[in-house]
């Protein structure tokens, strides 16, 4: 059998041995009896990049390299306002909003971000119908007790937090996304409004999505939350997402951190990560804690701001 719905990732040079162990999950859970094609999305991988990701995969499971070009980004600037967690800007996020345009061979795909781990085989999660959905995708239960995302999500995107998807894991109908114009829409609110976001790509996804969205349960998109909330973690993940701050490779005992380490020993970045978790300094993960305060406290203040997309899309 073969599929017709490509896994989607995008990467740069700095995140393949992240990529490495997503992939090696993949392979792990995969069926024997269905062939999968991986396409990595990128700016600038080099040849060395390129050859290991493709040398750990089996003969089912096709990798192919789509380098993106500058153009693409026009009119999505480095600035403040496109910024991921308020923290940096960096491209690739954008990446994801593109692929209804750049693959019209495709009517469907599944995206995945490259800090996941397949737990079980992916199948179900490729074979999601959509109907009519513009996207199937997993709400974002990390951020359901943090009360300044929940006021940001409400005031600036306008959308009930229990309705709030995370980008991270996305079925993309990308027939309908080329039929309504998704991203000629993107593009044209991009350049009117440049919303001051949060998490851009995402936020963009949620605002324009609105009322088009089949949501998936929490096993498809499994992030972790401190530890005071052991009781909402998910038993049987099929795909876990490190979101945010909560890396194994820069922290100890990560929520889900054993599906990680075990598919990075399968690896040849194993020993690399282990050793850039040994180094990863206290000041380094204090001015992770730091960051996700500053990262909480715009999100307070975003939840006023206007013009938002609370206003421009939803009149609300």
């Known amino acids: 059998m073969s599929t017709n719905t490509p896994i989607f990732y995008t990467i740069s040079n700095d995140f393949v ?28 991988l080099t040849a060395q ?4 990701l493709a040398s750990l995969v089996p003969d089912h499971i ?19 306002e496109n910024f991921l967690r308020a923290d940096f800007y960096t491209p690739a996020i954008f990446y994801r909003l593109f692929i209804a345009n750049l693959f019209p061979q495709f009517d469907r795909a599944l995206y995945i971000d490259a800090d996941t781990v397949w737990a079980d085989c992916p199948d179900k999660l490729l074979d999601t119908p959509l109907d009519d959905y513009l996207m199937a995708a997993a709400p974002d239960h ?10 940001y999500i409400k005031g600036a995107i306008g959308v009930l937090p229990a309705d709030y998807i995370n980008s991270g894991v996305l079925v993309l ?6 039929t309504i114009k998704f991203q000629e829409q993107l593009l044209s609110l991009i350049d009117q409004y ?23 349960a929490e096993i498809n998109n499994a992030m972790p939350k401190d530890w005071q909330y052991v009781d909402e ?33 399968l690896t040849p970045f194993y020993e690399q990560l282990l050793q850039q978790r040994t180094q990863y300094s206290e000041q380094a993960r204090q001015s992770d804690h730091e960051k ?23 009149n609300k």
């Open 142 to 151: 990390s951020i359901e007790h943090v009360a300044p995302m929940l006021a």
């Open 17 to 44: 041995p992240y990529a490495a162990v997503s992939l090696q999950s993949l392979i792990s859970y995969a069926s024997p009896h269905r062939d999968y094609q991986v396409i990595f999305i990128h700016e600038d």
């Open 292 to 314: 996700l305060d500053r990262l909480m406290d715009k999100a307070g203040k975003l939840a006023l701001v206007e013009p938002s997309f609370r206003t421009i899309l939803h």
């Open 62 to 80: 096709q990798v192919d390299f789509y380098q993106i070009g500058p153009d693409l980004l026009e009119g999505i600037d480095n600035r403040p």
């Open 233 to 265: 973690m998910v038993a049987n993940p099929r795909l876990v997402h490190y979101n945010l701050f909560y890396k194994p490779w820069h922290f100890d005992q990560v929520m889900y951190e054993d599906y990680f380490w075990r598919a990075a020993k």
């Open 49 to 52: 990049s390129k050859a290991i």
């Open 194 to 216: 440049h919303f001051d976001c949060i998490a851009p790509d995402q936020d963009y996804l949620n605002g324009l999505g609105q009322g088009k969205i089949k949501y998936l």
């Open 173 to 178: 109908n990308l027939a309908q996304m080329r």
